[in-house]
């Protein structure tokens, strides 16, 4: 028989989502008739922008001629699209990112997974905590860590503490990490990282030789004009930053599948005693390992950029951070403590009474009908916290609060 990856089985059993979904169908089982409002799992909601939908269109035209046809594009993406982005989301924010540090990929979550191809196992790792489930998962996955402990903290991995004590701030560490995950406007606590933050995380990046991934998927969310929307925003973080980008939650493309990943030619990792730059192992892994994204796709992430497409992805935004007042407005006005929903499309509520993550959830799925998602499935420090998402219509949003608020 064929030997399996051992990896894999330490992982958790019963992850978040999968044992959400279960106690929702034993809920409506045996309560068949409720209207359940979903304000758990983080997925967009809203259509995707005219705009975007206009150039795949046009494009899936194009390639029906035989001009215009297009086969296998560039692994990195299209120059136009790549040139677009540096211009945009970098070079009008006083970030030198040029066109050829920036790879168009699939989505954010393969590149956050995929990163570890070109980086070393001896690496010492520090993820916040709670947590995105996807980076700890693909450490424990590619044999970075040992097992987990009870609450699901696994060996080998070391844990930075996210909660109300600390302000939901990722304080620097005193030890050395060659490798530090951060994800602001985080998912799932909703908390930003200032400018002085990150100036702290890239000067101890540079003292220490570490690596940070930065995992900004939500920058779109930022309403706070003072809060940086990229690590490279920061004075040296082009020797010691990777950056994660995604179209999902800022354009709906969650579906559609188009984000990048930005890794400046300047930063360099070890082997033995020499240097090698980390662009050409990315540039070589995803050429071997990848095709592209579809042409297709690609000219709707452009769209995203052109004028109609920057109204349209504003009004989408401004649309999910309403919600987000909403839901923060009503919650506190019940008496719950709100953290985030200012500058990310999350909530993030400390349990009432000292309930558990999931005794809370069982009471809101029972007694309000409504789905969140427990806290402690983001990682140990999230127990007593619970995460609801600004991800859907206005009307479940506010049916959502009005039954939420009912119970107090
Ligand atoms: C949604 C999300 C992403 C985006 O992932 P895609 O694969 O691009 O859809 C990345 N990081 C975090 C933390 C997210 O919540």
Redesign the pocket.
Known sequence: MVQVNTDYLKLKAGYLFPEISRRIKEFSSKNPNTDLIRLGI?DVTEPLPLACREAMKAAIEEMGTEDGFRGYGPEQGYKWLREIISENDYISRGCEISAEEIFVSD????D?SNILDILGKENKIAVTDPV?PVYVDTNVMTGRTGEANSVGEYKGLSYIPLNSENGFEASIPKDKFDLIYL?FPN?PTGAVATKEQLVSWVKYAKENNSLILF?A?YEAFIKDESIPHSIFEIEGSRDCAIE?R?F??NAGF?GTRC?FTVIPKSLKGKAGLETVDLWSLWNRRQSTKFNGVSYVVQRGAEAVYSKEGKTQIKKLVSFYMDNAEIIKANLTAAGFEVFGAINAPYAWIKTPKNMSSWDFFDFLLEKANVVGTPGSGFGAAGEGYFRLSAFNSRENVEKAMQRIVKLK
């Open positions: 983080g989505g954010s979550k393969c956050s995105y994800c998912n995992d998927a994660f995604s999902s939650k969650t984000a």
